[in-house]
Protein backbone atom coordinates (compact mmCIF):
# COMPACT_ATOMS: atom_id res chain seq x y z
CA UNK A 1 0.00 0.00 0.00
CA UNK A 2 1.65 3.49 -0.61
CA UNK A 3 1.92 5.71 2.12
CA UNK A 4 0.63 9.28 1.34
CA UNK A 5 1.47 12.87 3.26
CA UNK A 6 -0.22 15.94 2.68
CA UNK A 7 1.41 19.48 3.29
CA UNK A 8 1.35 23.24 2.54
CA UNK A 9 -1.78 24.47 3.58
CA UNK A 10 -2.34 27.39 5.80
CA UNK A 11 -4.40 30.04 6.57
CA UNK A 12 -5.03 32.96 3.43
CA UNK A 13 -7.37 35.46 2.78
CA UNK A 14 -9.74 35.89 -0.01
CA UNK A 15 -8.29 35.83 -3.30
CA UNK A 16 -5.27 34.29 -2.14
CA UNK A 17 -3.07 31.44 -3.46
CA UNK A 18 -1.99 28.23 -1.37
CA UNK A 19 -0.34 25.08 -3.21
CA UNK A 20 -0.81 21.66 -1.93
CA UNK A 21 1.68 18.67 -2.31
CA UNK A 22 0.99 14.66 -1.58
CA UNK A 23 4.15 13.15 -0.92
CA UNK A 24 3.77 9.43 -1.87
CA UNK A 25 5.88 6.28 -0.29
CA UNK A 26 5.89 2.45 0.22
CA UNK A 27 4.35 1.06 -3.62
CA UNK A 28 4.61 2.96 -6.03
CA UNK A 29 1.78 5.45 -7.39
CA UNK A 30 3.12 5.42 -10.56
CA UNK A 31 0.67 3.78 -13.60
CA UNK A 32 -2.40 4.56 -10.89
CA UNK A 33 -4.46 8.00 -10.60
CA UNK A 34 -4.19 10.19 -8.01
CA UNK A 35 -6.95 12.80 -6.20
CA UNK A 36 -7.59 15.61 -3.83
CA UNK A 37 -10.73 15.12 -2.11
CA UNK A 38 -11.75 18.20 0.70
CA UNK A 39 -14.04 17.79 3.68
CA UNK A 40 -15.70 20.71 5.50
CA UNK A 41 -16.88 20.63 8.96
CA UNK A 42 -20.09 18.99 9.37
CA UNK A 43 -20.14 18.12 5.27
CA UNK A 44 -19.50 14.91 3.48
CA UNK A 45 -15.53 14.63 1.66
CA UNK A 46 -16.35 15.86 -1.76
CA UNK A 47 -14.18 15.04 -4.91
CA UNK A 48 -11.60 18.40 -6.00
CA UNK A 49 -9.92 16.70 -8.95
CA UNK A 50 -8.07 14.02 -10.16
CA UNK A 51 -5.45 13.12 -12.87
CA UNK A 52 -4.66 10.02 -14.63
CA UNK A 53 -1.45 7.59 -14.12
CA UNK A 54 0.59 10.09 -16.71
CA UNK A 55 -0.56 13.69 -16.10
CA UNK A 56 -2.22 13.87 -18.91
CA UNK A 57 -5.92 14.15 -18.52
CA UNK A 58 -7.16 15.81 -15.46
CA UNK A 59 -10.77 16.82 -14.11
CA UNK A 60 -12.16 19.04 -11.66
CA UNK A 61 -15.32 19.53 -9.55
CA UNK A 62 -17.30 22.44 -10.86
CA UNK A 63 -16.77 24.24 -7.78
CA UNK A 64 -12.72 24.52 -8.21
CA UNK A 65 -12.88 24.36 -12.05
CA UNK A 66 -10.74 27.44 -13.48
CA UNK A 67 -9.33 28.30 -9.94
CA UNK A 68 -7.31 25.34 -9.02
CA UNK A 69 -4.60 22.93 -10.86
CA UNK A 70 -3.72 18.93 -10.14
CA UNK A 71 -0.15 18.01 -11.60
CA UNK A 72 2.22 15.30 -10.52
CA UNK A 73 5.58 14.51 -10.99
CA UNK A 74 5.69 10.40 -11.05
CA UNK A 75 9.91 10.96 -10.84
CA UNK A 76 9.28 12.62 -7.72
CA UNK A 77 6.36 10.71 -6.43
CA UNK A 78 4.61 13.62 -5.95
CA UNK A 79 1.45 15.32 -6.56
CA UNK A 80 0.42 19.31 -6.75
CA UNK A 81 -2.80 21.19 -6.29
CA UNK A 82 -2.50 24.82 -7.33
CA UNK A 83 -5.10 26.80 -5.62
CA UNK A 84 -5.29 29.85 -6.78
CA UNK A 85 -9.08 32.78 -6.27
CA UNK A 86 -9.46 30.89 -2.78
CA UNK A 87 -12.65 31.56 -1.49
CA UNK A 88 -14.10 31.08 1.84
CA UNK A 89 -15.98 28.09 1.15
CA UNK A 90 -13.20 26.59 0.57
CA UNK A 91 -12.00 26.14 3.67
CA UNK A 92 -11.98 22.31 4.32
CA UNK A 93 -9.53 19.58 5.42
CA UNK A 94 -7.99 18.45 1.89
CA UNK A 95 -6.66 14.71 1.37
CA UNK A 96 -4.96 13.18 -1.59
CA UNK A 97 -5.72 10.11 -2.57
CA UNK A 98 -4.14 6.94 -4.68
CA UNK A 99 -7.04 5.49 -7.12
CA UNK A 100 -7.64 1.56 -8.02
CA UNK A 101 -7.40 2.57 -11.23
CA UNK A 102 -5.05 4.37 -13.90
CA UNK A 103 -7.65 7.05 -15.25
CA UNK A 104 -9.00 10.20 -13.90
CA UNK A 105 -12.52 9.52 -14.37
CA UNK A 106 -13.34 8.14 -11.04
CA UNK A 107 -14.75 10.09 -8.44
CA UNK A 108 -16.08 7.87 -5.58
CA UNK A 109 -14.29 7.81 -2.56
CA UNK A 110 -14.41 3.96 -2.79
CA UNK A 111 -12.64 4.30 -5.63
CA UNK A 112 -9.57 5.02 -4.04
CA UNK A 113 -7.73 2.90 -2.02
CA UNK A 114 -4.87 4.92 0.06
CA UNK A 115 -5.41 8.26 2.09
CA UNK A 116 -3.27 10.49 3.70
CA UNK A 117 -3.91 12.04 7.01
CA UNK A 118 -5.15 15.49 5.64
CA UNK A 119 -3.91 19.02 5.81
CA UNK A 120 -6.38 22.24 6.79
CA UNK A 121 -7.16 25.23 4.49
CA UNK A 122 -8.35 28.30 6.10
CA UNK A 123 -10.10 31.21 3.77
CA UNK A 124 -10.49 34.42 5.59
CA UNK A 125 -13.10 36.71 3.88
Known amino acids: QVQLVESGGGLVQAGGSLRLSCAASGRTFVGYAMGWFRQAPGKEREFVATINWSGGVTSYSDSVKGRFTISRDNAKNTVHLQMNDLKPEDTAVYYC??????????????????WGQGTQVTVSS
Open 97 to 114: ACSYYSDSSRYALADFGS
